[in-house]
């Protein structure tokens, strides 16, 4: 009997199956409509369950695993010295191998954190990016927080493997400008989710490093999305194809002096976060604001089961066959997209897809909302929330007067381990179909905002 070739199939399947599930909402387009003018036109305001596939943002929203359901049930919620914070911080020195484990409700509390502790008025931070809470909080104790990704990580169509790296040029020359006794430290965020999810290679990271020990500035990381990145360069950067995640992770960790984390995302839990850190007076100074704001250390505003989500998810997230679903579904939705025409930042990134809004809606002008025009019909066209990144967000000048962001793009962020391989091709056929009758998407203009923040409670209206 001949033997049988195994085959090597191309299809790459979601690596688990479904043990419980939750009912999408399937609003029909009447209610829609009625929906978004409820809500002023702004998905902010819809409610979840008028959405029928929710990509507003990867935060929080993904679907916890059987093993974490166990770890939870079994949790320890002692006020003090807890089972469960044991769990978590072994795991976490375990992975990350910083000296202290100050955990937190969730990524901007660590940023608080660090930032009143080692930061007074006219320091300056730079990074690849800052995302926005952490420049809110650099700002808050009046520093400046500088960008400093490379040229290539600013355009948008270029594919670059890592575009979220640091211009180490721009690094040195803003040390010889501002003098390194201004600059308490250097951070670097991976994936750079501002600009576009983008990876950092290891390289770039120890080149960060070696600039801040040259200078003794400590070096910090935005871990947030530290496990899709260590996948970017298990399969982008040469000598790390035979590296797992945990151990590139391991290795990305060592240059660094510290971190900052939001469990949101890859500690795959809904809610969680930490600072970890060497240095022992700013670790010190840490712990007593953390009781002031947050709780006792140890718990810091998590409970016991959110802690012991955190302890499992922190390694389910670098688990190598979860971490080729996920950056395969977004790219196999990118690659449906630029198929039919519609452009989006390339290559696609570690947790979302942005579409260029501008160049898929010429007719409507800047100052008319190209990115939350599109988002809103892409609500209107299938349920789908997106979120503006564009004028919107960033077009209001502190003086008041409108400027237009450098790009008006839409992001549709992946909730972690939610949707499968259907709605992505459901996503695909109604952004196609908007793209086809691309010329009757309207423009809006806000008839009503706050002084701040505008895009999260603004009112709209069609034009
Ligand atoms: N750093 C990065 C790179 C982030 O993307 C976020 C959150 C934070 C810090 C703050 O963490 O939300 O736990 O306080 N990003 C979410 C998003 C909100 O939709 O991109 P948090």
Same mark, same amino acid.
């Given at each position: 009997?001949?033997?049988?070739?195994?085959?090597?199939?191309?299809? @790459?399947?979601?690596?688990?199956?479904?043990?419980?599930?939750?009912?999408?909402? #399937?609003?029909?387009?009447?209610?829609?409509?009625?929906? +978004?003018?409820?809500?002023?036109?702004?998905?902010? +305001?819809?409610?979840?369950?008028?959405?029928?596939?929710?990509?507003?943002?990867?935060?929080?929203?993904?679907?916890?695993?059987?093993?974490?359901?166990?770890?939870? @049930?079994?949790?320890?919620?002692?006020?003090?010295?807890?089972?469960?914070? *044991?769990?978590?911080?072994?795991? %976490?020195?375990?992975?990350?191998?910083?000296?202290?484990?100050?955990?937190?409700?969730?990524?901007?509390?660590?940023?608080?954190?660090?930032?009143? %502790?080692?930061?007074?008025?006219?320091?300056?931070?730079?990074?690849?990016?800052?995302?926005?809470?952490?420049?809110?909080?650099?700002? *808050?104790?009046?520093?400046?927080?500088?960008?400093?990704? @490379?040229?290539?990580?600013?355009?948008?169509?270029?594919?670059?493997?890592?575009?979220?790296?640091?211009?180490?040029?721009?690094?040195? =020359?803003?040390?010889?400008?501002?003098?390194?006794?201004?600059?308490?430290?250097? #951070?670097?965020?991976?994936?750079? $989710?501002?600009?576009?999810?983008?990876?950092?290679?290891?390289?770039?990271?120890?080149?960060?490093?070696?600039?801040?020990?040259?200078?003794?500035?400590?070096?910090?990381?935005?871990?947030?999305?530290?496990?899709?990145?260590?996948?970017? @360069?298990?399969?982008?950067?040469?000598?790390?194809?035979?590296?797992?995640?945990?151990? !590139?992770?391991?290795?990305?960790?060592?240059?660094?002096?510290?971190?900052?984390?939001?469990?949101?995302?890859?500690?795959?839990? =809904?809610?969680?976060?930490?600072?970890?850190?060497?240095?022992?007076?700013?670790?010190?100074?840490?712990? $007593?604001?953390?009781?002031?704001?947050?709780?006792?250390?140890?718990?810091?505003?998590?409970?016991?089961?959110?802690?012991?989500?955190?302890?499992?998810?922190?390694?389910?997230?670098?688990?190598?066959?979860?971490?080729?679903?996920?950056?395969?579904?977004?790219?196999?939705?990118?690659?449906?997209? =630029?198929?039919?025409?519609?452009?989006?930042?390339?290559?696609?990134?570690?947790?979302?897809?942005?579409?260029?809004?501008?160049?898929?809606?010429?007719?409507?002008?800047?100052?008319?909302?190209?990115?939350?025009?599109?988002?809103?019909?892409?609500?209107?066209?299938?349920? !789908?929330?997106?979120?503006?990144?564009?004028?919107?967000?960033?077009?209001?000048?502190?003086?008041?007067?409108?400027?237009?962001?450098?790009?008006?793009?839409?992001?549709?962020?992946?909730?972690?381990? %939610?949707? #499968?391989?259907?709605?992505?091709?459901?996503?695909?056929?109604?952004?196609?179909?908007?793209?086809?009758?691309?010329?009757?998407?309207?423009?809006?203009? !806000?008839?009503?905002?706050?002084? *701040?923040?505008?895009?999260?409670?603004?009112? *709209?209206?069609?034009?």
């Amino acid at each position: 009997m001949p033997k049988m070739d195994y085959p090597n199939p191309k299809t @790459i399947i979601e690596p688990f199956r479904v043990r419980s599930v939750e009912p999408i909402a #399937m609003i029909t387009p009447d209610k829609r409509e009625q929906a +978004l003018r409820e809500a002023f036109y702004n998905p902010f +305001l819809l409610h979840a369950d008028q959405v029928l596939i929710d990509l507003l943002t990867d935060s929080g929203t993904g679907a916890l695993s059987a093993r974490q359901w166990a770890a939870m @049930i079994s949790s320890d919620e002692s006020y003090a010295g807890a089972r469960s914070f *044991f769990k978590l911080e072994s795991a %976490v020195k375990d992975i990350f191998g910083f000296k202290h484990f100050i955990p937190t409700h969730q990524g901007r509390a660590a940023e608080r954190l660090l930032c009143q %502790v080692a930061l007074k008025p006219g320091d300056v931070i730079p990074n690849n990016s800052h995302f926005d809470t952490t420049r809110a909080n650099i700002e *808050f104790v009046g520093a400046q927080a500088r960008d400093l990704v @490379i040229a290539e990580g600013k355009q948008p169509e270029l594919v670059h493997p890592f575009k979220g790296n640091m211009d180490i040029q721009a690094l040195r =020359n803003t040390i010889r400008e501002v003098g390194p006794e201004r600059i308490p430290f250097i #951070m670097i965020t991976i994936t750079n $989710n501002s600009g576009g999810g983008q990876p950092v290679s290891v390289s770039n990271i120890r080149a960060v490093s070696e600039v801040a020990r040259e200078y003794g500035i400590p070096f910090i990381i935005d871990a947030c999305r530290f496990a899709e990145n260590s996948y970017f @360069i298990h399969t982008r950067e040469q000598g790390y194809e035979h590296k797992t995640p945990l151990e !590139i992770a391991r290795e990305i960790f060592s240059y660094a002096d510290g971190c900052t984390m939001s469990a949101k995302k890859d500690g795959m839990a =809904n809610i969680g976060g930490f600072l970890a850190l060497n240095h022992d007076t700013w670790a010190e100074k840490a712990k $007593n604001m953390l009781i002031l704001t947050e709780g006792f250390p140890t718990y810091g505003g998590m409970a016991g089961y959110d802690m012991e989500a955190v302890a499992v998810g922190l390694y389910e997230a670098l688990d190598v066959n979860y971490l080729r679903y996920r950056i395969r579904s977004i790219a196999y939705l990118a690659e449906k997209l =630029n198929a039919g025409g519609v452009s989006t930042v390339q290559p696609p990134g570690g947790h979302a897809v942005f579409i260029d809004a501008r160049a898929m809606l010429p007719h409507i002008p800047d100052a008319r909302y190209p990115g939350w025009a599109l988002s809103n019909a892409l609500y209107l066209a299938g349920g !789908i929330r997106s979120v503006e990144i564009g004028s919107v967000m960033f077009g209001r000048k502190p003086d008041g007067t409108e400027q237009p962001a450098p790009m008006d793009l839409v992001r549709l962020a992946f909730p972690r381990r %939610v949707y #499968m391989q259907s709605h992505v091709d459901y996503l695909a056929e109604v952004i196609l179909s908007v793209h086809q009758q691309r010329d009757a998407v309207p423009g809006y203009q !806000i008839v009503w905002q706050p002084p *701040f923040l505008r895009h999260f409670s603004a009112r *709209f209206e069609p034009c």
